[in-house]
């Protein structure tokens, strides 16, 4: 039973029968640390095998795998997928900096543990904000910071 004018979650094609803004936000949260915590796991334990030096293919294959599974989730949607607002060198770009951060990760677990590298990764969301507010002129409460 659907509650009038609130659609179902759509998450990669599929309509789940959970409705209103926080349930969906529930799921969605919940979902993401389910999907991080395996995904930490997995790699900390390839990371921890005798003899694995391929931490760059690997993070370059999982940032193809996650543009490739974008494309598919937003055709599903009914959205060109290559068509785009800005140029397509702008997103390139994004994408190889952003991947180059995700190599770097990568290679520090070779010298460090996987807590180490999420307390360092998660530190970006300050030059983020910053970011934000020079560049965008965004402004943020205390709470926030």
């Known amino acids: 039973m659907m509650p009038p004018g609130d659609p179902p979650l759509d998450i990669l094609g599929m309509s789940l029968p959970i409705y209103g803004h926080r349930p969906q936000m529930a799921a ?13 796991l997995l790699q900390e334990y390839i990371f921890s095998q005798p003899g694995f ?9 999982e940032f193809f795998f996650c543009a490739v599974m974008a494309g598919y ?8 997928v290559l068509q785009h ?16 951060s995700g ?5 520090a677990l070779s010298h460090v543990n996987m807590p180490v590298k999420v307390v360092f990764k998660s530190a970006k969301l300050l030059p983020t ?6 560049v965008n002129g965004r402004s943020y409460g205390a709470h926030e910071w």
């Open 103 to 107: 190599v770097a990760g990568t290679m």
């Open 73 to 80: 989730e937003r055709t599903l949607a009914g959205e060109r």
């Open 129 to 134: 904000m910053l970011a934000g507010y020079f």
């Open 28 to 40: 969605c949260a919940a979902g993401l640390v389910v999907s991080f915590g395996i995904h930490n």
């Open 53 to 61: 030096k391929f931490g760059t293919f690997m993070t370059m294959h």
């Open 85 to 100: 607002s800005r140029r397509l060198t702008d997103y390139l770009l994004l994408s190889l900096v952003v991947m180059g």
